[in-house]
């Protein structure tokens, strides 16, 4: 990120308050707190102010779509490389199973996660695909909120996979904020989104994804940008002021276009009329959105007729994480909407996680003595980005 920007720091673990402002380096970016609470809700009222119905709606749509794909210099067609997972150390849990995972997306670059799947039981199931937030040490697929959801998901019945960040965990290809992070983690995801599709156990027509704060931002990009993802939970992230701050996430122009300003609200009712769900709270620049966010995306799902399928959940005095509470409303959500067993993880009836087995990093590692990054991996922040051009 460019020194003469002070952003606010999208982590899991902590929120730093200083307010960003425009970039005169770049003044095609929205890093940060770009807005002030203020200007960003009335931003969006001018949004809202540019469709009437499900006709103005969709050329809006488009526009930010086509904002997104130009300004992250997606091609129509990646130069994906075959996919080739390599599966490890393959362990049975209480209801579930979880595996070290690693496939190639674009050539020599690997995607390394988990695969957590549920026990006894047969036929087609829903997948979650679970992008995580940001952590200081570099280590978010590893901590216990992700294994938790990962865990109570695959007992719930959905084949689940969570994956690395640029730089974290066994993702150590370059370094996390590469100049075009943003593209390279989007095109993981797409690539993630494959992975599960070939799963010959996994319903193509019930993909979900979910994460928090930058994995947040992932959720609604993935959604917006490929129709697959069927249902889509971003977790205290979707703001009218906050733009992320973190070079993966508003590194790139994808809200101030030639033609058009967004919002990541507007990004977010691109998922319109999928079934959304956005959990916010009252310490982080979600807490606003029971009345600034949400009302928005509730009239673009009105032009489906579909105000059933998206909801809000705010917990007030909560803060910046994919804690219990957060868990809990993203469980019953897509347990509604992809058709899992909600029943399996009840007691007495509440949420029981007690099952699930947090287990040490060394466990979940792809990349160890025994199984090496393979050969043909491509190395350093140099050769990442060649292969981005």
Same mark, same amino acid.
């Given at each position: ?6 952003? /606010? *720091?999208?982590?899991? $673990? ?25 200007? +960003? ?29 130009? +300004? ?33 997306? =674009?050539?020599?670059?690997? $995607? ?11 036929? &087609?199931?829903?997948?979650? %695909? ?56 989007? %095109? ?7 992975? *599960? ?117 705010? *917990? ?19 347990? &509604?909407?992809?058709?899992?067993? =909600? ?5 007495? +009836? ?7 087995? $947090? =287990? ?5 590692? /792809? ?16 050769? /990442?980005?060649?292969? %981005? &051009?």
């Amino acid at each position: 990120m460019n020194v003469g920007i002070a952003f /606010v *720091l999208c982590c899991t $673990v902590g929120i730093a308050t200083s307010v960003a402002q425009p970039n005169p380096d770049r003044p095609d970016l929205c890093q940060g707190a770009y807005y002030t609470e203020a200007e +960003g809700a009335a931003a969006l009222h001018n949004a809202a102010e540019t469709h009437h119905d499900r006709a103005s709606w969709e050329q809006r749509a488009a526009l930010v779509r086509q904002g997104l794909r130009e +300004g992250m210099q997606l091609p129509a067609k990646p130069a994906y490389a075959p996919l080739k997972p390599i599966r490890h150390s393959l362990r049975t849990m209480k209801g579930y199973t979880v595996e070290n995972v690693t496939f190639e997306s =674009l050539p020599g670059f690997f $995607v390394t996660g988990n695969l957590y799947r549920p026990l006894t039981m047969t036929g &087609k199931r829903p997948a979650v %695909l679970c992008p995580h937030g940001h952590d200081p040490n570099e280590a978010a697929r590893f901590r216990e909120q992700t294994q938790q959801r990962c865990a109570t998901m695959a007992r719930m019945g959905a084949v689940v996979f969570v994956y690395d960040m640029l730089g974290y965990g066994d993702s150590k290809q370059c370094s996390h904020k590469i100049p075009e992070a943003l593209k390279l983690q989007i %095109l993981n995801g797409m690539r993630s989104i494959d992975f *599960l599709a070939s799963l010959p156990d996994v319903d193509v027509n019930r993909i979900a994804v979910s994460g928090e704060s930058g994995g947040g931002t992932q959720t609604f990009l993935l959604t917006a940008l490929d129709a697959r993802v069927t249902v889509s939970v971003p977790v205290v992230m979707v703001s009218a002021h906050f733009f992320g701050g973190c070079v993966c996430e508003s590194g790139m122009p994808i809200h101030k276009r030639p033609t058009h300003q967004a919002s990541n609200v507007d990004i977010a009712a691109l998922a319109a009329p999928r079934p959304l769900l956005l959990v916010s709270d009252g310490k982080d620049w979600t807490k606003n959105t029971p009345t600034v966010e949400f009302p928005y995306i509730q009239t673009v799902y009105s032009y489906y007729g579909a105000g059933d399928r998206v909801e809000n959940v705010h *917990l007030s005095t909560e803060g910046h994480d994919y804690g219990p509470s957060k868990r809990a409303a993203a469980y019953r959500f897509l347990a &509604k909407h992809l058709k899992l067993d =909600l029943n399996r993880i009840l007691k007495d +009836g509440q949420i029981d996680e007690t099952p699930n087995t $947090v =287990l040490e990093p060394a466990a979940l590692q /792809v990349f160890n003595a025994e199984h090496a990054r393979p050969a043909r991996a491509v190395m350093g922040d140099s050769a /990442v980005m060649a292969l %981005l &051009k």
